[in-house]
């Protein structure tokens, strides 16, 4: 035969003359041989019997063997901060002759670590002749880790300056936008407003609600010129 499937093993054939099936003939390799990875050898054959001397070619080939490639570990995960890289397996192999395989996550070979969804696709390495296979795809999810947010501060006396609610989170140090009736700013004036915090920190989600509520402050009224001498007019105060 001159035709082999990869499997490990060194492959070699042999040449005869028809008329004289017991005579070998010397074979003359163009390229690897026995061939053991896949590819092409040409032959030839040179035949020299009793009775007959012959000449030939053949081409020895061995055939790229089919394996399978398997994608797992696509999550979805939680944030962590740490990059999530897919798990690939590979069936098929012959043992002692690896099919190294190339990841992707959306056209980057570095695993991911941000929120977000990524699409995964295992190939077989461009150097890899000994194997064929389709490369496998999915999609890998990183989301968002759940944070709680704490607002305080909501009350406050007016005093012609703005007063801003606080907030803390859990985990701790998490930073946070605050909305004042939809605004950034944090109002000044004596009333009520609904305040909004929420979490801006990449790889974290949470918010939370409540009312910064701004009293009137209480004031003093003085008058003044309530003793006069009359003289007929009418007087005011001050």
């Not at 897919?86 to 980057?108: D, I, K, L, N, R």
């Given at each position: 035969?001159?035709?082999?499937t990869?499997?490990?093993s060194?492959?070699?054939?042999?040449?005869?003359?028809?008329?004289?099936?017991?005579?070998?003939?010397?074979?003359?390799?163009?390229g690897?041989?026995?061939?053991?990875?896949a590819g092409?050898t040409?032959?030839?054959?040179?035949?020299s019997?009793?009775?007959?001397?012959?000449?030939?070619?053949?081409?020895?080939?061995?055939?790229?063997?089919?394996?399978?490639?398997?994608?797992?570990?696509?999550?979805?995960?939680?944030?962590?901060?740490?990059?999530?890289?897919?798990t690939?397996?590979?069936?098929g192999?012959?043992?002692?002759f690896?099919?190294?395989?190339?990841?992707?996550?959306t056209?980057?070979?570095?695993?991911?670590s941000?929120?977000?969804?990524?699409a995964?696709?295992?190939?077989?390495?461009?150097?890899?002749?000994?194997?064929?296979?389709?490369p496998?795809s999915?999609?890998?999810?990183?989301?968002?880790?759940?944070?709680t947010?704490?607002?305080?501060?909501?009350?406050?006396?007016?005093?012609?300056?703005?007063?801003?609610?606080?907030?803390?989170?859990?985990?701790?140090?998490?930073?946070?936008?605050l909305?004042?009736?939809?605004?950034g700013?944090?109002p000044?004036?004596?009333?009520?407003?609904?305040?909004?915090?929420?979490?801006?920190t990449?790889?974290?989600?949470?918010a939370?609600?409540?009312?910064l509520?701004?009293?009137?402050a209480?004031?003093?009224?003085?008058?003044?010129?309530?003793?006069q001498?009359?003289?007929?007019?009418?007087?005011?105060?001050?």
């Amino acid at each position: 035969p001159t035709s082999f499937t990869f499997d490990g093993s060194a492959h070699s054939t042999t040449a005869v003359i028809a008329q004289e099936p017991a005579t070998s003939c010397a074979l003359a390799p163009s390229g690897d041989y026995p061939r053991t990875h896949a590819g092409s050898t040409a032959l030839a054959a040179t035949c020299s019997g009793s009775n007959y001397d012959a000449s030939g070619s053949a081409t020895l080939d061995v055939a790229a063997k089919s394996v399978t490639i398997a994608l797992s570990g696509l999550g979805p995960w939680v944030y962590d901060g740490s990059a999530h890289p897919a798990t690939v397996s590979v069936g098929g192999e012959v043992a002692g002759f690896a099919a190294t395989v190339t990841v992707t996550y959306t056209g980057s070979t570095i695993a991911p670590s941000a929120v977000g969804s990524y699409a995964v696709v295992a190939a077989l390495d461009a150097a890899v002749t000994d194997y064929v296979a389709t490369p496998a795809s999915g999609v890998l999810v990183i989301g968002a880790q759940n944070a709680t947010v704490t607002l305080g501060d909501l009350g406050a006396v007016y005093d012609g300056t703005a007063h801003a609610a606080s907030a803390t989170t859990q985990p701790s140090g998490l930073a946070v936008s605050l909305t004042y009736d939809g605004s950034g700013t944090a109002p000044t004036n004596a009333g009520s407003y609904a305040v909004v915090a929420t979490i801006t920190t990449p790889g974290y989600s949470g918010a939370a609600s409540g009312t910064l509520v701004i009293t009137k402050a209480s004031a003093t009224v003085t008058i003044g010129d309530t003793t006069q001498a009359w003289d007929g007019t009418p007087r005011a105060v001050s």
